[in-house]
């Protein structure tokens, strides 16, 4: 019996003691407020009446409402399509990489709810995979933005910003 309880006791201390290095290394989640700002160069194939097929390919950058993390400072660089119908954009979808300014890459999926082209618009980003130190990234969260079409540089540029609240895991 005391064999027993020396056992249990020795049992109980290992795993309290090895326990909580193991919670200790857990992934986290990490939340970071970021505004991106973007351009993008578009090619339109006119569908018939008011609809179109649009590729385009985005430049931009991301800065944090609070000034620091990773995504900090990150450029982005991506390439999309959507389907627009009588001045509703239908869908939406885009693949990109962040480049970190450790210069780690962070690729990732975006959509876009239904919306009117010219109003604010919601959707989400998908982190698909990750370099270097964020290789195994994880996460997904919802974004807001703004087309500010009216406002473009030139024809075929659109300009514009999105505001994210990144939501990822690091392994």
């Not at 020795?10 to 939340?31: P, Y």
């Not at 097929?53 to 990150?74: C, I, P, Q, W, Y």
């Not at 980003?125 to 079409?149: F, H, M, P, S």
């Amino acid at each position: 019996m005391k064999k027993s309880i020396l056992v249990l006791g020795l049992s109980l201390a290992l795993l309290v003691s090895f326990g909580s290095d193991v919670l200790g290394q857990a992934s986290k989640e990490i939340t970071e407020p970021i505004t991106s700002t973007w351009h993008s160069e578009s090619k339109i194939l006119p569908l018939g009446e008011d609809s179109s097929f649009n590729t385009f390919e985005v430049f931009g950058t991301l800065m944090s409402d609070e000034r620091k993390g990773l995504f900090h400072e990150a450029t982005l660089h991506a390439a999309g399509s959507s389907l627009n119908v009588k001045g509703v954009v239908k869908k939406y979808i885009l693949y990109g990489c962040y480049l970190l300014k450790n210069e780690d890459k962070v690729f990732f999926e975006m959509t876009r709810d239904e919306y009117k082209i010219g109003t604010p618009y919601k959707g989400k980003v998908t982190l698909i995979g990750g370099t270097g130190k964020c290789a195994g990234i994880q996460g997904d969260w919802e974004y807001t933005g703004l087309n500010l079409r009216l406002a473009a540089a030139a024809e075929g540029i659109g300009q514009g910003y999105n505001k994210h609240l990144i939501k990822y895991t690091l392994p």
